[in-house]
């Protein structure tokens, strides 16, 4: 069922260089081989994607509902040979897969309800005023249209729900737009079986083959090659800071320039104010490791800084986190790239005169992560940008703080963030209104008694931020509004009717929500 | 009450050099000397805008709605001073910049008017599903706020309009931003009037200084050292191709690379359909002539290409079109640099072996723009790039096609365009159904039977498209649309009510359009 073979469109090609996955719980590369596309695939596939893109995004939204649908469907189908590819990749328990299945699998029906709802076209009408002195007013209609083909880079650490059918691909296909994915060499198999199961939907429903195509390999010359094509038009990315940095600089360089939308780092800081730590500090010791250990640390929005205030209730966390950290199990990396990363992270940390270790882990296998807590004045975090840098996987730094004051310097210090998290209680609502707008300038997603890490996908979300948390703080790449990234507008001045695109034709016929002189359709009704 | 000094919040800033406007009718430097900012000025007014943005974006819709207002009102005051200078500096006559700043008030209230309709917020709730297995939903809402502090680059050819307080800075107060200006050095006194009306109504409406500031120059320096400065946040730019390509950079090479709306380089393609070229040749030349005479051809919508089939209704329109622009009075430009490059721009067309002139219109004083207009083949069009090139000003070419077919592959061969318009008769459906697709694609906004040169302020307007008209075909620059370059979303998860902003608070207090669980909140009652 697996080839290795790069999908295009419709063909199946093979490169005459090959990698293969590697299974990180043995360190044991894993058969099949699969073909290293090169800038010539690239060319194919984004000729595909570029002849393709008038009519698929030509297509009704229900028709492009209706191949989001299937999508989800031709993906179930996979069934149990998707999740036991995806853990031999990745490490990853059946349990979480199977969770991110649900997930990505809801997150294309979710984009399919938005597209049949109207949250692609966003049409707006304003009326004629042939009267209108010294000037009439002419007849002017808007709707967002596709913005052209996207490359879309897989992350490792979702192997579903980030990679080739997951929040950019659904976004993009739902815009209208043809999606190219450089699949993540980490998971290669489980990549070829979602790409498979994309491209079916694309064949059974009538589609252009160059709606879809999957490119796998592991050079930067790939991925380079990719976001330099002219007929790409806008780059969808989670991954490193140093990956996703070297994509923008390729994207503005372009003769023409696009927009890239990197995920890149954050290390979401979580605040625990001083009620909320006095009374229970215990069970939010409890609550933060299980959401720093979970899936060895390997999320976007894992813990990375806890910011309290010196006292009591912090020593009774440190005391609890320290005991729940040491008797976290070790769990397996993604890759061995990002277990060596990991242990380098940490180790600067140990190895910083102004970090004090609180506990380790137990010891894992290989590509092992040992989870690790540390603890620092505000002061020397302040003074030291190297305690700031994301370290991805189970590794966090609790800053501790005089008082209030020295709290919000720390909060103002930071960089961009995907999340901010408060612990309170009504006695810390104070404090908590003078942080607020802080955070609110620093992070996409402000959580109350939460924790970070699980990224709901609904209308509300975002999952974006200030740099570097992405490279656009104005937009999301985790639920509905993250369609508005690849779409652009197009307005029509004193069209005939039978010239104009159904999404705004008189009579809306397509019954989509629109704006009218910039207040809401009040009905289906024909406009005079 | 034009002192030649630049204004940084509260504060006149009198620096050591200095520059004057020049008369383009008489091509002498006018009083009084107006001071040249630079880094050192830049510095203070972005960190009064840091300063001033926190408590800014926190206003509520009607404060920022009422500010807009306000200046507004204190444009109109300023009466015919303003209307003088700005003829002085510019060479436009009175009658063109009264439109132009009813126009500009039109705009500042207009974006009230959406800021109070909620336009700003956008907000989105999601509702918790405490049941939900396997996980509960949590309760997420969000809104948008403004990105942070602005820089916005005037334009020389809409001195009120595209200027100081123009859409740009109107789109980004609305969306609760601080804007730096950075005046067009060929109109700075007209700068300095607005500028100080917007300063007063900072200072009447009680907002912190910083709220904005106008710094006026003539160097490269200045404007690299904004867009470089870390407390912007996004750039709004109207000028040359080259101009907006440098700010770009800069842009996109900053350590926290930020957004840049450059609206740039435009030829506005209109396609005479067959039909309607042998039903009303002569008309459809009269008004393309008006169209593209009308204010020296200055426009960013100019239509400076003109597609027909060759065939007796072309010989027709070009005869036609030919003894209008020899008709056509020179009109000043706005700059002696501006005249210099139509002159070349002109010079190029006419020394081209490839390129037949048509008619030229009377010379004129200094700064003259002597209308121009050429004709040559499809095929000559499509292999020489240089054709295609921007001539600022009163020039045309017409493209002489042998079929529809060579028609199409012109269209197919364009760049990106702010407009493209299509004169067309029932019978030329068939042909304009066949362009329509290719011109979606290349324009931001498509006409039928009229001329670009207008651009309505309103809800459904595009004045965008793709590169090289815009740095990002994803935005507009006229029409509320525009408000979403300057805002970002955040969402806030299960936070106590109290904490929440009121634009999502329980209850709806601020009667926003909100979409809740995705589809619009039906009444203004309690949410559950």
Known sequence: MITGETLIGSRDVTAPATFRAVDPARNVAIEPAFSEAGPAEVDVAAGLAAEAFPAYRATSPEVRAAFLDLIALRIETLGDALIERAMLETGLPAARLAGERARTTGQLRLFASWVRAGGADEPRLDSPLPDRMPLPRVDLRLRHIG?????????????????????????????????????????????????RAIRDAVQESGLPEGVFSLLTGRSNELGGALVADPRIKAVGFTGSRAGGLALCRIAANRPEPIPVFAEMSSINPVFLLPAALAERAEALAAGFVSSLTLGAGQFCTNPGLVIAIAGAGLDRFLAAAGKAVEA??????????????????????????????????AEGGPNGCRPALFVTEAAAFLREPVLSHEVFGASSLVIRCA????????????????????????????????????????????????????????????????????????????????IRRFLRPVCYQDLPENLLPAAVQAGNPLRLPRLVDGAPETSGEARP
């Open 328 to 361: 976290a199990p070790a769990a397996t990396m993604l890759t061995p790239g990002i277990a060596d990363a990991y242990g380098k992270g940490v180790a600067t940390l140990e190895g910083s005169a102004e970090v004090t270790e609180v506990a380790r882990g």
């Open 147 to 195: 913005i052209g083909p996207v490359a879309v880079f897989g992350a490792s650490n979702f192997p579903l729900a980030f990679s080739v059918a997951g929040g950019d691909t659904a976004s993009a296909l739902a815009a209208g737009c043809p999606v190219i994915v450089k699949g993540h060499p980490a998971h290669p198999g489980t990549s070829e079986l979602v790409g």
């Open 403 to 482: 008082a209030a004051d020295e709290m919000l310097a720390v909060a103002r210090a930071l960089e961009g963030q995907l999340t901010a998290t408060l612990h309170l209680t009504p006695a810390d609502h104070t404090l908590a209104a003078r942080l607020l707008p802080v955070l609110e300038e620093k992070a996409g997603r402000i959580l109350a008694n939460g924790w970070p890490t699980g990224v709901e996908v609904c209308h509300a979300m975002v999952h974006g931020g200030p740099f570097p948390a992405t490279s656009d703080p104005r937009s999301t790449s985790v639920g509905t509004l993250a």
